[in-house]
């Protein structure tokens, strides 16, 4: 890896780091970013909570790479032996960012209600790896790997005892991955569309409050998602969640600046209106507390590899197929290994983007590694490619080939409210940019890599079990019929050697 890509984040200074406390008068602006008033001396100073014996000095001062506290890794930068609170720890997401944080030197910290296993176990399916329970997990991690990790069973929305844990951990930095993560089951009647509004939503808001009481200087990772945009059929990028400062809006005759305001949105689920609020919710906290943060609109994840997984099967994280938890590229993979067609909802040319388990794994450490200034919200669009869902069958049913398997792509009747044909242009280059982000898995070689675990013997027995819920049945107009097959053909398989 490059020195640039390594070290995105070298010249950033004190103003940044967590570990810091302003000593001068904060004055809030209505923009969500702070400015401040010069202290009584003639100048703002700060206070290294963890080398108080250098006492006050200018936060311009320091930078990442010359401060004794920040050590040099592959993802940039560190504060040495970071204290991270991962919320919802248990979950896809959750567990590989402990391991990979926790292989950095970092000091992990997670929670979790374990609500996604009994979820998934109520829908009668099952995570095609097998995983450990979080006791397990955590033993596994110290003898595989030789880190530490702790671990607390909490609510998101017990807020008394998730407000004890962030005052006794004091995070550095938050990431917020404790939610209820299915537009299907958003979708599917009116318990879990409110279920899911009131996790996400207020747990979200709960968090904050949390932050601002017992821990304002961590930066907070939100995890949201590209659907909160929607596909606009005008054809508008899809800017990194803030107009660019260029951008103008023009209006009988008449032009005003669009600089800095957040884009629109148009939900596409009721989870995706729960997200869009949560997004509103750290726009505010960061403008009304000084908080920081970075949002993050995640492109459809897929994919079950990371290194700290492959160390040991004990480490593996989950991976959902079913209609409900698993995202459609792993469900896709799962359809061909047991000779099920591979379903596409109306015309499947629908454009998404994507990003490989690996890949969004390195985002979120780099984000971390590179703290927002107290008051900033900004936002990154995480995505490396953008296809369409027609593409991706194409794909997998391509590389399947190479496993022996003969696959058929099966159109169906589309159970969702959508655009089937629409433009997509997605900005997403401040990871690479900014942040020194660098793709590490292709889409064909992640695809490749699952079929290799998931035409295993006993991963193909575990597929078997629940294939019944690998059709899509939840509708989004709340109608109970059968979907209907619009058509079923088998993709022309190319010979590489030709």
């Not at 990790?149 to 938050?174: G, H, T």
């Not at 599917?188 to 509004?197: E, G, L, M």
């Not at 979200?204 to 009481?213: A, I």
């Not at 047991?338 to 979120?364: E, F, V």
Request: aromatic share 10%.
């Amino acid at each position: 890896m490059s020195e640039s890509t390594a070290c995105h984040n070298a010249n950033q200074t004190c103003w940044s780091c967590p570990a810091v406390e302003f000593k001068g008068h904060v004055d809030f602006r209505a923009c969500g970013q702070a400015a401040f008033r010069k202290a009584a001396e003639g100048q703002l100073v700060v206070e290294c909570k963890r080398r108080p014996e250098i006492g006050y000095f200018d936060p311009t001062s320091i930078t990442f790479e010359h401060c004794t506290e920040w050590k040099k890794t592959d993802s940039g930068y560190l504060l040495d032996g970071m204290r991270v609170l991962i919320l919802g720890m248990d979950g896809y997401l959750g567990w590989p960012l402990a391991l990979k944080l926790a292989k950095l030197g970092c000091k992990v910290y997670g929670i979790d209600n374990l609500l996604r296993r009994k979820l998934v176990s109520e829908r009668g399916a099952q995570s095609v790896i097998p995983i450990e329970t979080m006791e397990n997990r955590v033993k596994a991690a110290n003898e595989e790997l030789g880190v530490e990790i702790n671990f607390q069973e909490i609510d998101l929305m017990d807020r008394d005892a998730l407000f004890a844990y962030i005052k006794e951990v004091q995070p550095e930095s938050i990431v917020q991955f404790a939610e209820i993560p299915s537009a299907p089951y958003s979708m599917a009647d009116v318990d879990k569309a409110v279920d899911t509004i009131q996790n996400n939503v207020v747990g979200t808001l709960g968090l904050l409050f949390g932050v601002r009481d017992h821990a304002p200087d961590a930066s907070i990772i939100k995890l949201g998602t590209m659907g909160e945009y929607g596909s606009p059929l005008t054809g508008r990028p899809l800017f990194e969640g803030l107009f660019p400062g260029d951008a103008v809006l023009q209006y009988k005759g008449e032009e005003w600046s669009l600089g800095g305001e957040l884009t629109p949105r148009d939900p596409v689920s009721f989870y995706h209106v729960s997200k869009v609020q949560g997004t509103f919710s750290v726009y505010e906290a960061c403008k009304y507390w000084w908080l920081r943060s970075y949002d993050v609109m995640q492109g459809v994840i897929y994919g079950n590899h990371s290194d700290e997984l492959a160390a040991h099967p004990s480490l593996a994280t989950r991976f959902d197929i079913d209609e409900w938890w698993g995202t459609v590229v792993n469900r896709f993979v799962a359809q061909a290994v047991i000779g099920m067609p591979l379903t596409i909802y109306g015309s499947g040319n629908q454009l998404r983007g994507y990003i490989t388990l690996k890949d969004a794994m390195q985002c979120i450490t780099r984000l971390i590694a590179a703290p927002p200034e107290p008051g900033q919200y900004d936002v990154v669009n995480q995505v490396t490619d953008v296809m369409s869902v027609k593409q991706i069958a194409q794909t997998v049913a391509t590389i399947g080939a190479e496993f022996g398997l003969d696959t058929e792509v099966q159109r169906i009747e589309n159970p969702r409210v959508e655009a089937e044909e629409h433009p997509y242009e997605v900005i997403h280059d401040k990871l690479s940019e900014n942040f020194g982000f660098a793709s590490e898995s292709s889409f064909e070689d992640e695809v490749r890599g699952m079929f290799e675990v998931l035409t295993k013997p006993e991963a193909v027995a575990r597929i078997k079990e629940q294939e019944s819920k690998l059709f899509p049945t939840t509708k989004w107009s709340g109608e109970s019929a059968k979907l209907k097959v619009l058509e079923t053909w088998k993709p022309e398989i190319k010979d590489k050697a030709a």
